[in-house]
DNA sequence: TTTGTAAGTAAGCGTTACTTACCGACGCAA
DNA sequence: TTGCGTCGGTAAGTAACGCTTACTTACAAA
């Protein structure tokens, strides 16, 4: 029998929780299925009721994380007027999220991308939304003339996502603190006002 | 019975150039000891010969490839003699690498991060060269007045490798094409001179 | 009362990464 | 030339892993 997503029971939440909290201390192949059964107090043939398999469980996790942290960066980002101020709002409340939430940030930087069946993910479609939402300010700010108008708007989209991702990636992965509001003014300067004298 | 690094025998060769053909195809955790072994015509059991685990022999791999990276990287670099040309080449340089050796960039951006094993193997000693070497650049840049003097190297640093792995992670996951030229220059000019008008 | 279905269990399955014991060939000193 | 250690490689396992199957229980609607 299979889940058809209607509902969500009792032992789904709690093969969630166990498994979040298992990512806090080790990575996601050091896990094991007895171990995340064990922890949530169900047995191990419920997670496939539920997931198709070990890293569905892993998608949907990622998928209800970044569904809290998309509604934080849209309500954010309305709030703000004119591009540079919209993607300095993307920048610190990404780095934010990613400080304040390391099992969602370990799985999106760390977890993911190795596997092509993730881009298939609901998960991944979240991601894309973010992005979409990011070269919309982009384009806008260009179409104002906030940017320079030869601005190549899907490289610098690029440009600052890998320094959000890049900047907080050390403190990820071997748990230290981030400055968010320090890192995140240092790369909205660099990528504003470039770093040549 | 261990290896002891002394030697580099056919059978080790054969394993690692076999393991390297399947990351071309596939994703490290798909990628079987059985397949390995079978691909490369030797016993399963010869892999536990020369490599601890199968995560050594991924470690090992990227280690080789780093090597050949380090050498052009650096070689190139003493060619140049400002900061931003340097800077210029190991963006450049970069990118080249990872688009024209897509196992290497696969290991290196997709594979190993999501294991704290990895920040203790050789290939890891290589990236902190290479982190390195471009502290150094970024540093000199700014004691020369190149670069802002309010600029932090570590940030710098941190925002230009972001965005030169994340430049190139779209085309290295999907296996697309890459505009090596198109890209450098674009990551350049956004980074040297800001984008905002 | 019956029927259908969702939640959960128990036990097993094939594969996987990895281990252990062994083999033959070679170098080399007694 | 015999004995011995080492190196490259093999064969046959083993425990544990991810996942499947068949089953049970609870309960709501007809």
Redesign the pocket.
Do not use: C, Q, W
């Given at each position: 029998?299979?889940?058809?997503g209607?509902?969500?029971?009792?032992?789904?939440v709690?093969i969630m929780k166990s498994f979040s909290a298992l990512m806090k201390k080790k990575d996601f192949?050091?896990?094991?299925?007895?171990?995340?059964?064990g922890n949530a107090?169900?047995?191990?043939?419920?997670?496939?009721?539920?997931?198709?398999?070990?890293?569905?469980?892993l998608y949907q996790v990622l998928n209800e994380y970044f569904f809290e942290f998309l509604v934080k960066i849209e309500d954010r980002v309305a709030n703000e007027k004119t591009c540079v101020d919209k993607l300095s709002v993307v920048i610190f409340s990404s780095l934010e999220s990613y400080a304040d939430n390391r099992v969602f940030s370990k799985i999106l930087l760390l977890e993911v991308r190795n596997s092509l069946e993730f881009f298939n993910s609901c998960a991944y479609g979240r991601v894309r939304k973010y992005a979409g939402t990011i070269l919309g300010i982009i384009e806008d700010g260009i179409q104002k003339k906030e940017l320079k108008p030869d601005t190549d708007p899907y490289l610098l989209r690029k440009v600052i996502l890998g320094a959000i991702e890049h900047a907080c990636l050390g403190e990820i992965i071997f748990g230290r603190e981030l400055d968010i509001e320090q890192v995140s003014s240092g790369i909205v300067n660099i990528v504003f006002n470039g770093v040549k004298a």
């Open positions: 029998m299979k889940h058809n209607k509902t969500n029971p009792p032992g789904r709690k192949h050091s896990i094991t299925t007895a171990e995340i059964a107090k169900v047995t191990e043939g419920l997670i496939y009721k539920y997931f198709k398999d070990k890293k569905e469980l």
